[in-house]
């Protein structure tokens, strides 16, 4: 296979299609020069939002698959997964 007529590749400009950035606030690392994006600084938000994990159920489950004391239904999981993806964009499943 030859690779000598191959089509030109424009450079990539400065600018782009790159989505808007604000400095990073969090931790007091402003001035280490990390930048982030709107859409990153927004998740960044609704995860500092979200419940605490339940240490006590997560070791319980750990023992539990440990020991093979526990049955796993992937329906079940698909359905949790697909509702927690809806629900963080924000619709309703119908």
Known sequence: MKIDNLPSIPALSGGGNRPARTEAKAGGNAGSGVVVSDSAAQLQARASDSQAVNRARVEEIKQAIASGNI????????????????NMLGKGRA
């Open 71 to 86: 049955t796993i239904n992937a329906a079940n999981i698909a359905d949790g997964l697909l509702d927690s993806v809806v």
